[in-house]
């Protein structure tokens, strides 16, 4: 079976892709957590998290998916290139990125101008380097706030996007993406 690969960097949001994590443990799908090294990555709210494997040394073919989380800040992320060179390495596979995680996608040229949802508004990110024929077709938080997308994700080719308050819808769409259907009533949604 293959792994999905989970990129943690600092200040990542551990909610947004908890129920993702356990939707993989449920189906017994391995998961491969990767860092830009193998020191402790610290979360949002507190949680330290070791990293499996780092970035710069690993068997993509042992991979069908990549799943990227949000953060408090991910400036740090987006400027990282080997970051998004690990990202690209993804591109033709099913990858799931949620809240701010989408903007690493744009950076790594596979969702420009492409429809996608991202918890942040265009005008918060021009200033770092995203142009407005990147961000065309992205729905924003103030979006998402004024007319809500009812599946509470966008599906792009291989890449599901979302924002941070449809975590579970997104979850189960992944899963989903990648050959698990676990109820919508396991997490609580009907």
């Not at 040394?57 to 290139?81: C, H, Q, T």
């Not at 265009?122 to 998402?144: H, P, Q, R, T, Y």
Request: some cysteine; aromatic content about 10%; proline content about 4%.
């Amino acid at each position: 079976m293959k792994k999905t690969a989970v990129l943690l960097y600092d200040s990542f949001c551990n909610f947004e892709i908890s129920p993702a994590l356990e939707i993989l443990a449920l189906a017994e799908k391995p998961i491969t957590i990767f860092g830009i090294s193998k020191q402790a990555i610290r979360s949002e709210d507190g949680l330290s998290v070791i990293p499996d494997a780092t970035i710069d040394n690993f068997d993509l073919d042992a991979y069908d998916s990549l799943i990227l989380p949000g953060a408090m800040d991910i400036r740090e992320a987006i400027e990282n290139k080997k970051i998004i060179d690990f990202i690209k390495k993804f591109d033709g596979k099913t990858i799931g990125a949620i809240s701010i995680a989408p903007l690493l996608l744009v950076r790594a040229g596979l969702l420009n101008g492409k429809p996608f949802m991202a918890g942040v508004n265009k005008e918060e990110i021009f200033e770092e380097g995203f142009s407005e024929s990147d961000l065309a077709e992205m729905v924003s938080w103030d979006d998402n706030i004024n007319k809500p997308i009812k599946d509470g994700y966008i599906i792009t080719g291989n890449i599901i996007t979302s924002i941070s308050y449809n975590f579970v819808k997104w979850a189960l769409a992944f899963g989903k993406m990648v050959g698990i259907d676990i109820p919508a009533k396991t997490f609580g949604i009907q």
